[in-house]
C-alpha cells in the first residue's frame, strides 16, 4: 500500500510516500480501507517532536510510528476474529491518535473501539474531519466547560478545526455564542451560525464591558488575567490551545485562581472515546453539526498540507483525501 512514512523528527520534507506491507490484522483489530484523514495539531507535534516532552510518548531519538496521520473515514476490509461491532463494508470514522497512528496511509489495522459508523450523510472527507477536533469541542465545552443553556459563551480562535465545531455544539447545547475571528472568517462563523462577532484584528474583547460564563481559548492569546476579567461570577475559563505561555498560565495560576475566587480557571488534554464519536454522529445527523474543511489535499501532497495547516491561519479543517 502507499503509505506517508517518516523516521526522523523535522519539518514537513521528512514525510515520503512509500511503498509498505499492509498492516497485520490481529484479532481484537479492525482492518480500514482508509478513504480520508484529515490534520490537527497533535500531527504537527508528532512530526516536529516539539516540545520535546512529548518525545517520551512519541519516541526519545526517533519517532515511534513511523506513518502519521489520527484522524480517518474509510471502509472496512476485514475483521479480526474478536471483533463484535464491525462488519465488512461498513463505513467508519475514528481517532487514531490513542492507537498507534498510521491514519495518512491506505489501510490501518486499529482497535474497533477507536471507531464508530461514520455519519450516514456525511463524505468521507467530511466524517474525517470531526473525530479529534469535534472531540476535543465537545469535552472542551460540556465536560470541562460545564456548558448550561442560555450561558453566553465567548470563542477565542473560532474559525480552525476545534473553534468551528465549537460554535456549533455551544449552539447545539442551547448556548448564546460569540465567536472571535479576523475580518476574513466572519463569513464562515455567520454560516454555522455564530450569534455575535468580534473580529480579533479590530477590537479585544477582554477589554470591553460584555461578560461570559464560559470562555474557551482555543486560539490566539491573551493574558489570563484579562479572561478573569470578563468571565462572570462562577463562570469557567477553559484553556485548550493557543501559545505555550497561556497554556503555562492556565496550568500553574488556573488552580490557584479556581481555589482562591468564585472563576474556574485551567486547562484539559481531550481524550479520544467512542462514546463521544458517537455523541457527534447524531449531531451531524440530526444536522446541529456540519465539518467545515477549508481545503483537501492528496496523500502525495501530505506535505504541503502540513506547511499549510502549520501557518495557523486554516479556515475549519484540512483534510487528505486518500
Ligand atoms: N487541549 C486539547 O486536548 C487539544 C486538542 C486538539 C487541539 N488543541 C489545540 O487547539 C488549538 C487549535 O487547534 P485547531 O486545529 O483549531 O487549529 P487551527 O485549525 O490551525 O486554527 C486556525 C484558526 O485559528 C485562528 N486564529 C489564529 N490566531 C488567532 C488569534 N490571535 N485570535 C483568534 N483566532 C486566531 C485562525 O484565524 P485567522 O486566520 O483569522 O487568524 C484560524 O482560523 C491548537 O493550539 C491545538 O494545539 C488542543
Request: a positive charge; one cysteine or more; glycine letters at 12%.
Amino acid at each position: 500500500m502507499k503509505a506517508i512514512v517518516y523516521n526522523k523528527y523535522g519539518p514537513p520534507d521528512v514525510l515520503q510516500l512509500k511503498e509498505v506491507e499492509i498492516p497485520r490484522l490481529e484479532d481484537h483489530q479492525v482492518l480500514v480501507k482508509i478513504h480520508a484523514a484529515s490534520i490537527n495539531f497533535g500531527n504537527l507535534v508528532l512530526l516536529k517532536g516539539e516540545p520535546y516532552l512529548a518525545r517520551l510518548a512519541f519516541g526519545l531519538f526517533k519517532p515511534k510510528y513511523s506513518i502519521p496521520g489520527g484522524d480517518i473515514a474509510g471502509r472496512v476490509e476485514a475483521v479480526g476474529k474478536d471483533v463484535k461491532e464491525f462488519q465488512i463494508g461498513d463505513e467508519v470514522f475514528g481517532d487514531l491518535s490513542g492507537c498507534g497512528w498510521g491514519g495518512f496511509a491506505e489501510y490501518v489495522s486499529v482497535p474497533e473501539n477507536a471507531l464508530a459508523l461514520k455519519p450516514a450523510n456525511l463524505t468521507f472527507e467530511e466524517a474525517a474531519a470531526v473525530p479529534m477536533a469535534g472531540v476535543t469541542a465537545l469535552q472542551a465545552l460540556r465536560d470541562k466547560g460545564k456548558v448550561q443553556q442560555g450561558q453566553k459563551v465567548i470563542i477565542n480562535g473560532a474559525s480552525g478545526g476545534v473553534g468551528t465545531f465549537a460554535v456549533q455544539i455551544a449552539k447545539s447545547l442551547g448556548a448564546e455564542v460569540t465567536g472571535v475571528c479576523s475580518t476574513k472568517n466572519v463569513d464562515i462563523l455567520q454560516s454555522i451560525g455564530t450569534d455575535h462577532f468580534l473580529d480579533y484584528t479590530k477590537e479585544n474583547f477582554t477589554e470591553k464591558t460584555e461578560r461570559y460564563d464560559l470562555i474557551l481559548g482555543v486560539n490566539g492569546h491573551h493574558p489570563i488575567s484579562a479572561y478573569k476579567r470578563v468571565l462572570n461570577l462562577n463562570g469557567r475559563f477553559v484553556h485548550v490551545g493557543g501559545s505555550g505561555s497561556q497554556m503555562f498560565q492556565a496550568m500553574v495560576l488556573g488552580p490557584w485562581i479556581s481555589m482562591t475566587e468564585g472563576k474556574k480557571m485551567g486547562t484539559f488534554l481531550q481524550r479520544a472515546n467512542q462514546k463521544d464519536l458517537n455523541y457527534l454522529k447524531k449531531l451531524l445527523e440530526d444536522g446541529k453539526i456540519k465539518p467545515v474543511i477549508d481545503r483537501c489535499y492528496k496523500l502525495s501532497e501530505v506535505p504541503a498540507a502540513f506547511r499549510y495547516f502549520e501557518k495557523g491561519h486554516a479556515q475549519g479543517k484540512v483534510v487528505i483525501t486518500i
